[in-house]
């Protein structure tokens, strides 16, 4: 009878362990940023292309500024374009106005909130969802 209670003890732990484990959830970081390239600039706007993305890369929780060359980080409005050109998604100071995946060939217009664009300004891009790493651009 021992033996018995001992081992349906032990059956039991091993279920409820697989159960806590499969309740759990891992936060994986990306470690592949965004790959952009300069298409255009302005005096107040930049335009960038997304040449690729890793996949599952989305516009949830991304984060945009724009720092002038020897400045402090500015905000930044955007607007993403799809590769056919279409509006897709607009970024304020509160984020992205839509969840959308980030492909290659789609286009981001950046403009700072304050100040002209000036080569050796950076834009940083970052997602707090952990979808893509930390972006940078230096605007030439």
């Known amino acids: 009878a021992t033996i018995l209670m001992v081992a349906i003890t032990v059956v039991l732990a091993a279920v ?42 989305t516009t949830d929780g991304v984060s945009i500024s724009y720092t002038p060359k020897g400045g402090t980080p500015l905000g930044a409005t955007a607007t993403l ?9 607009n970024y304020t100071s509160t984020g992205f106005d839509a969840t959308v995946t980030l492909t290659s060939g789609m ?19 970052s997602s707090s969802q952990n979808t893509f790493s930390t972006s940078t651009i230096t605007v030439s």
Request: proline share 4%.
């Open 16 to 57: 409820l362990y697989v159960m806590v484990m499969g309740m759990t959830t891992t936060n994986t970081t990306i470690t592949t940023p965004l790959a952009l390239n300069q298409q255009g600039k302005t005096s107040s706007t930049v335009t960038i292309g997304i040449t690729s993305a890793p996949n599952g890369a």
């Open 81 to 89: 374009y799809s590769a056919a050109g279409t509006v897709v998604a």
């Open 107 to 125: 286009t981001l217009v950046v403009t700072p909130t304050s100040g002209s664009v000036s080569a050796g300004d950076v834009i940083t891009i």
